[in-house]
């Protein structure tokens, strides 16, 4: 067996909970992830710790189960995750519950479609084939650039494309990410000693810069929302478009214009922030395993025949999208789904008292010592059609489970597998550093420090 083959990509290691404690607060605020114990890697669910209001993870996949499917409506998403994100994104999708969720969803549905993202796929090609290009150049200069970067910018401008019909590169969609930036940078640092010692429904106050990050995003955004309800509307056919003309079932009224700002935020937020995370794991686990590397340009030459990857194409490399489903495992883009007890209850055999906050952690959970061999082990086989079976239902759920599934995972599949095939046909990308790479879950589960890369041309890509 290569050394690649049994690659075990960076994590924190396991500590004790005091020591995880101490190791969180001296790395600096905001890094949930150095904050597990080791035994939540093992526990069916237990206290994370101590705190005030009580934090419980959920490992089990029957209790996770019991509390995202909520069927009697008392395990909402969670206070900290609504406040951290209700400035940006209203009470949209990603943060509503109940009837006003259930409405939303049905209105949003279609968008996601299979027919909605075969049209789509060609703004898609359009974004690749245009930073394929601007990475040519950098290649040919010898120029060391932000992994990170990369897989930001390049599904940023996916989503513009595809959304709103508009390239990263206009002023408007520049201004949009480069505000989702600062979002980004300061939403998500959580207060370690705010989550022990708050009491539940504690308003988290969110830094003047960060709200005005928000203000302008909304604007920009409802800007771009404006140029599809105008007198030119007609000739946009797009996501947005789709979600625009949505309507009630039950009373026939479309979404107001500030539902559409929530709603085609999120999308921005949720599909370029959390596919642009799991990419640069992805490519950097390549870049360690020059096997793995390997048999992906295989498979993506023998589908492709030396011709442009379609939409069909994606869809037939199963490989490659094993590669995807394997980096969502280890590197879990949302790496918290915290719900809130709205009374006190029981969740299977364990009591759970009004304001308690429920950790599920697809981290923990895909990481179980349980539920997977080889846990930490950078394994795609896993998920090739021979080994699926071996995957123990409800044990992995990167993109939610149930009813609150994500919206946009079949769009994020078919993305990820075009952006891996088409960059590694065209590139070979060289981590300059590997010593300090380390995740750390923010907003997404990102490395710590952005990864640089030196980037070159294949000689023999495409």
Known sequence: MSAAEIYVPPRPSRLPPVMALLRTVWNGEGDLLSLLPGAAFAMDAGELGY????????????LVRQILHDADGIFPKSDLMVGALEALIGDSIFVSDGAKWRRQRAMIDPAFSKMRLTHAFKAMQQAVDAYVERLHSSAERGEVLSLDRIMSELTADIICRTVFSTSLDTQISRDVFDDFEVFERGVAQVKIWRLIMDPAWTKVPQSEDVLAACKRIRHHLGGLIDTHTGPDADRFDDIASAVISARDAETGDPFTRDELIDQLGVFFLAGHETTASALTWAFYMLAMCPDILARLRSEVDAVAEGQELTFEATRSLTYTRAIFRETLRLYPPITFMPRVALKATRIGTYKVRKGALLMISPWTLHRHTRYWTDPDRFDPDRFMPDREKEVFPGTYIPFGSGPHTCVGAGFAAI??????????????????????????????TRPSQEIQVRVRNRSHGH
């Open 51 to 62: 705190s005030r209001r009580s934090i419980k993870l959920f490992n089990d996949p029957e």
């Open 415 to 444: 993305e990820s597998a075009l952006i891996l095939g088409r960059l590694t046909r065209a590139f070979d990308f060289s981590p300059v550093e590997t010593g300090d790479v380390r995740p750390a879950a923010r907003l997404t």
